[in-house]
């Protein structure tokens, strides 16, 4: 169901490019394409509102069909670039509309094995401003916004779980914000 493009070819030089990643370890892949249309298959799920104290936005459940072919084909290729044993993945769908934004966090947590998280943003209905995926460089001292990456239509976004690599979704300013994000496991 999903298509590597050209840009995943070379994997010594994603392998090299992963591990100098800045501020943490991470990947943008802009060639990364389902081979059947994704919203289709979305057409049928149910999202719902979520809301707490660092998040509001709207998500579907575990959409384990998807989940399932996006780590078959996914997996081999990320396990190699990132030295991670990652062999599966879990994805949901996500909606952010105006007002909705998710602060920084990260989304290590003990217990659940999540090596790898990943943004795939899929084209909007309606023209975006803000919900940039931010990135954040952490010292002793001080946490400081290190990158903003946007969330162009067909873009994959990986980067390493761990206790350092917050993130954040920014607010969304107009337009709406789709995509299927998640995490990939041993």
């Given at each position: ?87 599966r993945a879990e994805l949901r769908a996500y909606a952010y509309r105006p007002g909705h934004y998710l602060l920084p966090h990260s989304d290590h947590q003990d217990g659940l094995e999540r090596l790898l998280a990943f943004a ?67």
């Open positions: 169901m999903w298509s590597l493009g050209p840009g995943w070819r070379d994997e010594a030089a994603l392998a090299a490019a992963w591990r100098e990643a800045q501020p943490f370890p991470h990947l943008v892949f802009d060639d990364v394409v389902p081979a059947t249309p994704v919203l289709d298959v979305l057409d049928d799920e149910a999202v719902v509102r979520q809301e707490g104290d660092i998040f509001c936005f709207e998500a579907s459940g575990d959409l384990h069909e998807l989940s399932a072919s996006f780590g078959a084909v996914l997996a081999p290729p990320l396990a190699r670039i990132t030295g991670k044993p990652v062999t795939y943003y899929l084209p909007s209905p309606e023209p975006l401003t803000g919900g940039e995926l931010e990135l954040y460089r952490q010292t002793p001292e001080r946490i400081d916004s290190a990158l903003l990456i946007s969330p162009e239509a067909n873009r994959l976004v990986v980067f390493d779980v761990s206790d350092v690599s917050l993130h954040q979704v920014r607010e969304v300013l107009a337009g709406l914000r789709l995509s299927l994000a998640g995490w990939f496991y041993p």
